[in-house]
């Protein structure tokens, strides 16, 4: 039986999202990573090889997590419900891993994962969103007839802008989300597509 890891890759990772999110990009370094998590820094350097490409694994996972609950909810068989879903899962995800949600909220692509990517990462990035713009272009499909620009646009607004407006005040500001605010982004998902499809 393989011994356990004495230091995960998700330790390492969460260490680093925490030194982001408490200090700013600067102090992300490799040293300030290895301190927090407690790992020894030759062991986070063999691993990521550098603190750019540990700043881009964290914004990866962060996106991945979210995008995974976001494609679930949205196979639901009724359009309407399940571009719901997909609204609500944006919203859960953040009461569910809030520092990842704070992350993507406070911070671009850019800053994290945009800076040097190595080759590996860079493909990835570039493929990052594939699966989240096929859901959308499904659920276009599916409640319009047709993924259009202005209908692509309307599902956007409705599984994406109003969820992450909802949520990026109180997170941004420590505060935990409530179930009032998610039942009130439930009814605007549902006024604007009920209003749209009316």
Known sequence: MPRPELHPTDSILDAARGVVLDHGLGAATIAAIAESSGAPVGSIYHRFGSADDLLGAIWIRAVKRSQTRFAAAAEHDDPCEAAVGAALAVYDFCVDHPA???????????????????????????????????????????????????????????????????????????????????????????????????
Do not use: C, I, W
């Open 100 to 198: 990842d949600a704070r992350l993507l909220l406070s911070f671009r692509r850019e800053d994290l994962a945009g800076r040097r990517p190595n080759p590996r990462q860079s493909a990835e990035l570039e493929r990052l969103n594939e699966p989240v713009e096929a859901v959308v272009k499904d659920l276009a499909r599916r409640l319009y007839g047709r993924a259009s620009r202005t209908s692509l646009d309307r599902v956007l607004m409705a599984v994406f802008d109003l969820p992450h407006g909802a949520v990026r005040r109180p997170l941004t500001n420590g505060e935990k989300l409530s179930p009032q605010r998610r039942q009130g982004v439930e009814a605007a998902v549902r006024a604007v597509l009920e209003d749209v499809r009316g």
